[in-house]
Structures are given as C-alpha cells and as structure tokens.
C-alpha cells in the first residue's frame, strides 16, 4: 500500500456532489402501492414466465428467499409462510420510474437516469449544510407523491454516491440518507464497509484484492493505482480514484446512442411446431423494428436464434443461431419479419421420433447506425418511401390504441399467441390502462 489518501476536504476543493437515489424493492413497491394490505406482507416479483424471484422485499428476504431463486422450489414455502407473488408487471414499473424521475427533476436540474429505480443527480450548487436536509426532503416527496420508499446516497463521486446509497440502505438509524461528502462519515464508513460493496467490483477482482491484504474500501483508497491497474485494469485504477474523490465518470444527461436490440422471449410452453416459431420470431422482429423506429436507427442485418431448454434432459437438445443480411438499413418491420422468418427457413430441422421441443428464440441486432445517415443500396434498394408513411401509421395507431392494436398478419393476434410469455400472477396496469384503473367506491379501495 501507498499510504493513506490526503483528507477528502483537501481534494474535492469545489464542493462537488452527485446524489444515487433508487427505490427500495422497486417492483415489489410498486405492487405495495396500489394494494395497502401488502404494507407488511413479504412480497416477492417473479421473471418472464413466472421463473425466478427478481425482487424481494425485507420480508421476504428474511424468510431465506435469494435473489434469483426458481419460484418451482420455493412456491411450496411461499403458500405455506403467505408471501404474496407477482408475475412482473413492467408497464406499471416503467410508468412507476418515470414518475419518480420527474419528483427528481423538481429537486435537481441534472438527472442521469442509471436503471429502472435509480438516478444521479447533480447536487453541487446545494450548499454542504443543506445537503441532508435536501435529501430527507426528496424522500418523503417521493414517497408523497408517488408513494415509493427510496434510499438516498450522497458523494463526491459516483462510485461514493453508490457506496453512500448501501451504506443508507443497510443502517437504518441514518434515516435513509448518507452523505460521504461529509469529511467525519467519509473516514468513518470507508474503514467500516467491506471493499466487496464497491461499485465495480466483482467477484475475480474482489478475490484479487483480498489476496492483497485489502479487506475495507479505505484499504482499496490507499492503494497505489498503477500496481492496481496491471491487476485489474483501467477500471481498478479509476475506481481508485472514484474512491479519492476524483470524477472519473460523468454525469450521462443525454442517453447514449443504441448500439444493438434484441428481442427475445421464452415461451410459455414447448414449441414444436415451424408455424409457431415462425410467428414468434416474426412478432419480436415486429418489435424490433419499433424500437429501431423509436430511435432513428435502422440495421442491415437480423440474427435469429431459437434453442430447447437444458432442463429438458431427457429430451434432445437444439441451439440455432444464424444472420440473415439485407441490402440496406432499415427499421421497417415488414422487411425484418420476412429476414428473421428466412432465418427459420434455413436451420429448420423436420423432427424425428423425438421432436425437439424449443423453449426460447429471439432476434438480435448490433452496429446500428441513424436511419438518414445510412446508405443506399446499388443494387436491391428497399422502398424507404413507402415503408416510413406505413410504419408511422402503425406506431401512431399502437400508440393511441396500445401495443398490439395493429400488427402484421405474420405476427399473430396478440391474444391469440399460444406461445406468448405467461403472467398468471400480474397485477393490474393500474396508471397506463385505463380499464385497469384502481377504484373507490363507498370509502373502500377496490385494486
């Protein structure tokens, strides 16, 4: 080790602050809103098709429930112990974050949005003694407003604005707010806090650094960078100096252009059948080219993939993967679902005595590039005039109607789609359906 790191006062010299603020089990929250007989039930959300636990609230973890466990193997426990399970709902999470970064907004003008339930938020014109009392303020609106608990970290830096968010998370006596721009709980948490909860760091370089002798983030602080660096790269180094209070990663205010999209699904049950598959690749390929279309951006090329389940032992196993080019860049959805059900076409296999039985398939696309900006083919040039009009007109009666209200034939009926993704346990769309809205009536609230 170097030694210790100068006093954080000495090298933050401006004032700096960036602020982590995520909402706490934030789909399991979002359930909890909408139904107040959840407040102190364990809650846990569910993957697509019902198969892993992805969100867990205190509760539910103290019952021994991990992240990512299968919900086959503990559905017995959760009858039993009455935890209450969700099918995930991502309309009403998505419309959940976007309401809580607009709460966010009013308190801070730069909002990097990090995920689904967290943000950065740049605190540096708030004065050092109204920092707390900012962030105590931000919580209770949040909760005001949108009805979501949240944790606030406050640092330097982003990587001590992440460590300040665990840290507020885990001691409750903090009130849901820690704020290592403060000197005193700057030294005092970085020597109490295992160097496993750094940002970044993850199990190959925690294993490094505990080889080391580093067992507390104040011993990676005081690290020498450059060793460090030939360990574990670029990313050790500016940890390092994340850690010291030197901004390595800016706030992100514009999002980063897309650099690839994938569709993919698994099935709610065993596809056997070419027809079925066929329409389900041509469905994601519909997706696709709405999200392509939602960005400006077009692709000149489909990967399609579809592969049984290794859980199926004593079935045969399948994996198909294969590209399927096209002339030029595009986003129309037409000329996709004609590439991804090409792409069916030739790696299809007629079934023997034991057909394969697929559980999952997908379309995936990368170096995307603005659609304008794009070529022109010489030769096979696609008919961007007449797809653009068709296109727009599609995405503007979806989005007015819901998605689904207008698809192409090959793609299947939304309602009529046997293989779709099953949500046998959703809650209701309670904010962007207006058939699904809760109701009170005779001072009782009806979900």
């Known amino acids: ?37 959840l407040a102190s039930v364990p809650v846990i959300v569910l993957s697509n098709n019902d198969g892993n636990a992805i969100a867990r609230t205190a509760e539910a973890k103290a019952l021994g429930i991990r992240m990512g466990e299968p919900y086959f193997k503990i559905r017995d426990m959760c009858r039993a112990q009455g935890v209450r399970v969700f099918s995930s709902n991502y309309t009403l999470y998505g419309d959940m974050s976007a309401r809580t970064n607009a709460v966010y907004r009013t308190f801070a003008p730069d909002v990097e949005i990090y995920s689904i339930d967290e943000s950065f938020l740049d605190l540096s014109d708030v004065r050092e003694r109204d920092r707390m009392a900012l962030a105590l303020d931000l919580r209770a609106t949040v909760r005001a407003w949108t009805g979501i608990p ?16 665990h840290v507020a998370k ?10 290592l721009t403060d000197p005193v709980a700057y030294d005092h948490w970085l020597c109490h806090v295992h160097v496993g909860e750094v940002w970044g760091i993850g199990r190959a370089s925690l294993a490094k650094l505990e080889a080391m002798g580093v067992d507390s983030v104040a011993d990676l602080r005081d690290l020498d960078p450059r060793p460090v660096r030939k360990s574990l790269s670029v990313v050790g180094e500016r940890i390092i100096h994340e850690l010291r209070g030197l901004s390595c990663l800016p706030l992100e205010l514009v999002p980063a252009r897309r650099k690839g999209c994938a569709v993919t699904r698994s099935f709610a049950s065993r ?10 690749v041509a469905a994601h390929a519909t997706r696709l080219g709405e999200k392509l279309r939602r960005d400006g951006l077009g692709t000149d090329h489909v990967t399609v993939f579809y592969h049984t389940s290794e859980y199926d032992r004593d ?68 008919d961007r005039e007449r797809s653009g009009p068709l296109m727009a007109a599609i995405d503007v009666c979806n989005a007015r109607w819901g ?22 346990m959703r809650s209701p769309r309670y904010t962007t359906q207006v058939t699904e809205l809760p109701v009170a009536c005779a001072g009782k609230w009806r979900p």
């Open 315 to 382: 079935r045969p196993q399948r994996s198909v993967s294969t590209t399927v080019r096209l002339p030029e860049h595009t986003n129309d959805s037409l000329t996709l679902i004609k590439a991804a059900r090409l792409g069916v076409t030739k790696t299809w296999r007629e079934p023997g005595s034991h057909p394969w039985r697929y559980n999952k398939a997908g379309v995936v696309t990368v170096d995307l590039v603005p659609l304008e900006m794009s070529p022109r083919a010489l030769i096979g040039q696609l």
């Open 403 to 424: 998605r689904g209200a207008v698809v192409p034939a090959r793609a299947g009926l939304v309602e009529r789609r046997a293989w779709s993704t099953k949500f046998e």
């Open 1 to 37: 080790m170097s030694g210790p790191a100068p006093r954080l006062r000495d090298r933050i010299g401006g004032g700096r602050a960036i602020a982590l603020i995520d909402g706490n089990s934030f789909y399991c929250s979002c359930e909890r809103v909408f139904d107040p007989k």
């Open 150 to 165: 949240t944790c606030v970290g406050i640092g330097p830096t982003k990587t001590l604005a992440k460590l300040a968010n």
């Open 170 to 179: 885990t001691i409750p006596e903090l009130g849901g707010v820690c704020d």
């Open 271 to 280: 596809v056997e059948d070419r027809a079925t598959l066929e329409q389900s």
